[in-house]
């Protein structure tokens, strides 16, 4: 790594601003094939995220999801809703998290039964506010994020692994890329959940994370290395 490069690396590291807020525009690709198309919005302490399927993977699985996560310091989630519109499954739920008590609890709109609670890691977020955190704080020695994943406490333990010049939105553009791998916490079964982050993480594979390197540390690419195909999604706007 060059010096330049690695003093402005640093300098991205440990700047304290949040420059983040604005909506993202993000399509996921499987097959080479727009699959979904993704927005992501980080205002007033609020998340939202909205997903919908393209008109091609409608076709065999529609999906019209919505996601709030509302957090105080450092991206940490007070709560988490889920409201999922896809085909054969339905869902409406919020996760409250008591970090005093380190405990969540899960209340379903539509099913009581799915009603529980469930033990967590002072540090747990769900996937978007552990995005948008990592985005901000990721630190050059590496470090751990702890993921609400459907009830299923998971670790995440990242590094980086260089500089790299990537396409995007706004051309090329230089990024940090990271490397996240999983340790499952929790014991238990995993549950049915929605198909954007149904399986997003597992012991087996790695997601790949580009940020932008300079001042909005943005998200521009990640990569799923699931088998036989990787899933891709790249963010194609940014809007302030």
């Not at 807020?21 to 097959?31: C, D, E, P, Q």
């Not at 990721?138 to 998971?154: P, R």
């Not at 997601?207 to 790249?234: G, Q, T």
Request: with cysteine.
């Amino acid at each position: 790594m060059k010096l330049n490069s690695f003093i402005a690396v640093i300098v991205i590291f440990f700047s304290s601003l949040n420059l983040f807020a604005g909506r993202l525009h993000i399509t996921i690709k499987y097959l080479g094939l727009n699959v979904v198309y993704v927005t992501m919005e980080d205002n007033d302490n609020e998340l939202k995220i909205k997903a919908e399927s393209s008109a091609l993977a409608g076709i065999a699985a529609s999906m019209d999801n919505q996601y709030f996560s509302a957090y105080e310091n450092d991206y940490l989630p007070l709560y988490y809703r889920k409201v999922i519109d896809q085909r054969g499954y339905q869902e409406d739920r919020i996760i409250n998290y008591d970090r005093d008590r380190g405990v969540a609890y899960r209340t379903s709109y539509i099913d009581t039964l799915r009603n529980c609670s469930y033990p967590i890691h002072p540090e747990t977020r769900d996937f978007f506010s552990a995005l948008f955190f990592i985005c901000q704080n990721f630190n050059e020695l590496g470090g751990t994020l702890w993921l609400d994943a459907n009830k299923l406490i998971w670790k995440a333990d990242y590094e980086i692994v260089g500089l790299d010049r990537i396409s995007s939105y706004a051309g090329k553009k230089e990024a940090v890329q990271l490397k996240l791998d999983f340790s499952r916490i929790s014991e238990g079964k995993a549950e049915r959940s929605d198909m954007l982050t149904n399986n997003l993480v597992t012991a087996e594979n790695s997601l790949y994370l580009w940020i932008s390197n300079d001042e909005k540390r943005l998200p521009l690419k990640a990569e799923f290395s699931m088998k036989p195909f990787s899933v891709v999604w790249k963010m194609t706007a940014y809007e302030e």
